[in-house]
């Protein structure tokens, strides 16, 4: 009489040959379909085989990950041989990059970093009710660079979906962005800041294995006493007689960030990094709760409490009726020339 061992050994063999036989089946059957392509390519369009382009598509768009293999036959009937590789050059990871943020050294907006995501989790952060139903989503990368440095990356609310899409090896290069940064906290403690970037836009350009060893994340600098406190908002105090108040620019430099603010240190000022005027008004009014009139019949009022809504959100996770800041007097600025009144006064900000 067999032992138990011997019957579970005789069932385990009897399942990966279940197992293998499904696999050979399954095979035999994704080439009888792609046969039937090569031979009747006026089906390729049919939707029987939406899955199959899709997939082709996912292929094609990480070569690194699926490269010919010699030994298969190429279109032309000969086989593929070290002779048909093409030099797939993956993009060099900016070096020091992450460092540069953390040691405040200047950060140049201009160089679009190339990192590699180690990361992505999606976060469901805040909603709003209103007229209009919304919830905001953040997408929240793990970010290395050349020198194995770590920082997080936080996907502005329009690109979060896409960007949850990417996954570890991915090889990005920040196309808009603004770097910071920042304590988890959302207190201003120098000693536990981080740096970070949050993403406007970004470009995938490539794919390599993910790095098996990262640096331990760095604790920015703190030079709290370096740097002078932040200038208080120009239009405190500046209102005109019936109670409204002219547009005051500011100007930002290193030593007086007016938009590090609210737990964020700014690196490079955030009108600057990304500026109001080149931001499109369709995309946030997509996700502005308040916003229920079209963006052609907006006068210009509302489309300033877009703007400050939506860099509010972004950049300092502040939004929703009792969780609002004035926004910082550049940022204020920047959106009232951007969008002035025609009289030039304007209502003073109120945080409600």
Same mark, same amino acid.
């Given at each position: 009489?067999?032992?138990?061992?011997?019957?579970?050994?005789?069932?385990?063999?009897?399942?990966?040959?279940?197992?293998?036989?499904?696999?050979?089946?399954?095979?035999?059957? +994704?080439?009888?379909?792609?046969?039937?392509?090569?031979?009747?390519?006026?089906?390729?369009?049919?939707?029987?085989?939406?899955?199959?382009?899709?997939?082709?598509?996912?292929?094609?768009? *990480?070569?690194?990950?699926?490269?010919?293999?010699?030994?298969? *036959?190429?279109?032309?009937?000969?086989?593929?041989?070290?002779?048909?590789?093409? !030099?797939?050059?993956?993009?060099?990871?900016?070096?020091?990059?992450? !460092?540069?943020?953390?040691?405040?050294?200047?950060?140049?907006?201009?160089?679009?970093?190339?990192?590699?995501?180690?990361?992505?989790?999606?976060?469901?952060?805040? !909603?709003?009710?209103?007229?209009?139903?919304?919830?905001?989503?953040?997408?929240?990368?793990?970010? +290395?660079?050349?020198?194995?440095?770590?920082?997080?990356?936080?996907?502005?609310?329009?690109? !979060?979906?896409?960007?949850?899409?990417?996954?570890?090896?991915?090889?990005?290069?920040?196309?808009?962005?603004?770097?910071?940064?920042?304590?988890?906290?959302?207190?201003?403690?120098?000693?536990?800041?981080?740096? &970070?970037? $949050?993403?406007?836009?970004? %470009?995938?350009?490539?794919?390599?294995?993910?790095?098996?060893?990262?640096?331990?994340?760095?604790?920015?600098?703190?030079?709290?006493?370096?740097?002078?406190? $932040? $200038?208080?908002?120009? %239009?405190?105090?500046?209102?005109?007689?019936?109670?409204?108040?002219?547009?005051?620019?500011?100007?930002?430099?290193?030593?007086?960030?007016? +938009?590090?603010?609210?737990? $964020?240190?700014?690196?490079?000022?955030?009108?600057?990094?990304?500026?109001?005027?080149?931001?499109?008004?369709?995309?946030?009014?997509?996700?502005?709760?308040?916003?229920?009139?079209?963006?052609?019949?907006?006068?210009?009022?509302?489309?300033?409490?877009?703007?400050?809504?939506?860099?509010?959100?972004?950049?300092?996770?502040?939004?929703?009726?009792?969780?609002?800041?004035?926004?910082? &007097? +550049?940022?204020?600025? &920047?959106?009232?020339?951007?969008?002035?009144?025609?009289?030039?006064?304007?209502?003073?900000?109120?945080?409600?």
């Amino acid at each position: 009489m067999a032992s138990q061992k011997e019957k579970e050994a005789s069932q385990d063999k009897l399942e990966r040959k279940d197992k293998r036989k499904r696999i050979d089946e399954s095979i035999e059957h +994704c080439t009888h379909v792609l046969s039937v392509l090569l031979q009747k390519p006026e089906m390729w369009c049919h939707p029987t085989f939406r899955t199959v382009r899709e997939c082709i598509q996912v292929m094609k768009a *990480n070569p690194q990950q699926f490269p010919p293999v010699i030994g298969d *036959n190429t279109p032309d009937g000969t086989a593929y041989s070290d002779n048909n590789a093409v !030099s797939r050059k993956i993009p060099s990871l900016t070096p020091s990059y992450i !460092s540069g943020i953390a040691q405040y050294k200047d950060v140049d907006v201009a160089l679009s970093p190339i990192l590699q995501v180690v990361s992505a989790t999606m976060k469901y952060e805040s !909603s709003t009710e209103g007229k209009k139903s919304n919830s905001i989503h953040f997408t929240h990368l793990r970010l +290395c660079d050349g020198s194995n440095d770590v920082m997080v990356g936080r996907l502005s609310m329009h690109i !979060s979906h896409e960007g949850n899409k990417l996954r570890p090896g991915d090889i990005i290069q920040l196309d808009v962005f603004t770097p910071l940064r920042f304590t988890p906290s959302g207190e201003n403690d120098g000693d536990h800041r981080l740096p &970070a970037v $949050v993403i406007h836009n970004y %470009s995938r350009i490539g794919y390599a294995a993910p790095r098996n060893e990262l640096n331990n994340p760095i604790h920015c600098v703190n030079v709290t006493d370096s740097i002078p406190p $932040v $200038v208080p908002t120009p %239009s405190d105090g500046a209102h005109l007689d019936d109670g409204m108040e002219p547009l005051i620019e500011v100007t930002c430099t290193a030593g007086s960030r007016y +938009c590090s603010l609210y737990g $964020v240190n700014a690196v490079v000022c955030i009108c600057d990094a990304n500026p109001p005027s080149k931001i499109d008004l369709e995309i946030v009014h997509q996700f502005c709760y308040f916003a229920t009139t079209d963006v052609q019949n907006m006068n210009n009022k509302k489309k300033r409490n877009m703007l400050y809504w939506w860099f509010m959100t972004n950049h300092y996770n502040i939004c929703g009726k009792g969780n609002r800041k004035k926004p910082p &007097a +550049c940022l204020l600025a &920047a959106i009232r020339k951007a969008y002035p009144e025609a009289n030039g006064r304007y209502v003073p900000y109120e945080a409600k």
